[in-house]
């Protein structure tokens, strides 16, 4: 069975700031991999996703991830932090399985910005 | 608004009541998946349906709880005798392809408090 690890639970950065949030993934077949952005009370919003091809991935909002099979990880970044920026970030990995692909979650990063 | 719609928001229900959460998928997403979110916890994968059809019910509690998704309105996720411990934020998410990883799209969500 897949599973997602993200080892912080917490971080906290000023604004202007590089970030990078960690993920690793254990899954027997080609990761579809994916990070989500969830705002307080809110739903979640793709930031971005990797199915195949170029392991270096752009997302929305100026985030990028790069999948690195040998490690089995797919970390977030971001050269310069905003404090819009402050919320919870999922990373999950997306499992074909019964004709629909379900999605397994990390237990989230909580990122604060100091400003 | 062309985003997945769910309702309600809130919905606080007293121990042994019926809660019902409704989805309605983005326009096109014939789709759906149903999250739950247990406080300080990421999302765990419920159930998978089409229209008319459950194709996937591997994450669904056995007792208490059913989803259906009709040929005509939103999908529904019913919990029966509700207790305490299914507060939680209750996700769904559409998506428009079965049979390869599409990107799954997030409504709001709707908090269930059981008082």
């Known amino acids: 069975a897949q599973s997602v690890t993200q080892p912080d639970i917490h971080i906290t950065v000023s604004e202007g700031a590089s970030l990078e949030l960690r993920c690793n993934y254990s899954y027997g077949a080609t990761p579809y991999l994916f990070w989500y952005v969830q705002s307080p009370g809110q739903g979640l919003q793709l930031l971005l996703k990797?199915?195949?091809?170029?392991?270096l991935v752009q997302g929305i909002k100026g985030f990028e991830a790069e999948f690195k099979r040998s490690q089995s990880s797919f970390n977030l970044r971001k050269p310069s932090v905003h404090w819009s920026d402050a919320a919870e970030y999922f990373c999950?990995?997306?499992?074909?399985?019964?004709?629909?692909?379900?999605?397994?979650f990390g237990t989230g990063t909580q990122l604060k910005v100091e400003l | 608004n062309a985003g997945v719609m769910q309702n309600p928001r809130h919905l606080v229900r007293r121990r042994g009541q019926e809660a019902r959460l409704r989805c309605s998928p983005m326009k096109g997403h014939s789709h759906v998946y149903w999250y739950r979110q247990l406080p300080e916890e990421g999302l765990k994968f419920m159930v998978y349906?089409?229209?008319?059809?459950?194709?996937?019910e591997s994450g669904m509690p056995k007792e208490r709880f059913s989803a259906e998704f009709p040929k005509e309105g939103p999908s529904i996720l019913r919990i029966q005798q509700v207790v305490r411990g299914d507060s939680a934020a209750y996700f769904c998410?559409?998506?428009?392809?079965?049979?390869?990883?599409?990107?799954?799209?997030f409504g709001p969500g709707t908090r269930l408090l059981v008082l």
């Open positions: 999950a990995v997306g499992a074909l399985t019964g004709g629909g692909n379900k999605l397994t």
């Open positions: 990797y199915f195949s091809g170029d392991t």
């Open positions: 349906l089409q229209k008319e059809n459950i194709i996937d």
């Open positions: 998410a559409s998506s428009s392809k079965q049979g390869a990883i599409e990107t799954q799209y």
